[in-house]
T-cell receptor, first 115, second 113 residues
């Protein structure tokens, strides 16, 4: 079953605009990771944010995590056509202080950036 | 540094056959996990191996199995293939389970006819 729910399911913007995607989850987590996938290919790791972190940056990416609301957001600034892809959040559930290496994925957001 | 390598990239099998997929993790990574991706169910966890031990298994029938070797390479096997097993199978590797980034391979696209 999918733990994460992503919102919106699809997002269409113009090049240069910012894109924001949201992810909600249900259980306590060790960390949350964001991935990008192009046309059914492999997943590209974007960023990992740990449960004790609130915000993280990497290049044009900004991720926030609110564990009290069990939600995260991914912001891509100054979007490019090459950012067109599906974006997934994945949570590593906190199993009593242990991780069993299982990531639970949301359904993803399809981002289309028009040139 | 080489990424996660999955072989083969594409596979076509007939119902009832069995298939073995291979995954070579990033050098130094000891945790390998497998996922199935389909349009209907999305990305679903199959199993995870660390130090040659299966530590976690997803909700899949016993036809799905796997193993990990001493060099951390992993294989998954699906026996008695069904049409519904058609999917993209993804392997991920990480240094160790928990709080480390998981890096994925390009996947094996399995089509069952």
């Amino acid at each position: 079953s999918q733990q994460g729910e992503e919102d919106p399911q699809a997002l269409s913007i113009q090049e240069g605009e910012n894109a924001t995607m949201n992810c909600s989850y249900k259980t306590s987590i060790n960390n949350l990771q964001w991935y990008r996938q192009n046309s059914g290919r492999g997943l590209v790791h974007l960023i990992l944010i740990r449960s004790n972190e609130r915000e993280k940056h990497s290049g044009r990416l900004r991720v926030t995590l609110d564990t009290s609301k069990k939600s995260s957001s991914l912001l891509i600034t100054a979007s490019r056509a090459a950012d067109t892809a599906s974006y997934f959040c994945a949570t590593d559930e906190d199993a009593g202080g242990t991780s069993y290496g299982k990531l639970t994925f949301g359904q993803g957001t399809i981002l289309t950036v028009h040139p | 540094k080489a990424g996660v390598t999955q072989t083969p990239r594409y596979l076509i099998k007939t119902r009832g056959q069995q298939v073995t997929l291979s995954c070579s993790p990033i050098s130094g990574h000891r945790s390998v996990s497998w996922y199935q991706q389909t349009p209907g169910q999305g990305l679903q966890f199959l199993f995870e191996y660390f130090s040659e031990t299966q530590r976690n298994k997803g909700n899949f029938p016993g036809r799905f199995s796997g193993r990990q070797f001493s060099n951390s390479r992993s294989e998954m096997n699906v026996s008695t293939l069904e049409l519904g097993d058609s999917a993209l199978y993804l392997c991920a590797s990480s240094l160790s389970p928990g709080n480390t980034e998981a890096f994925f391979g390009q996947g094996t696209r399995l089509t069952v006819v």
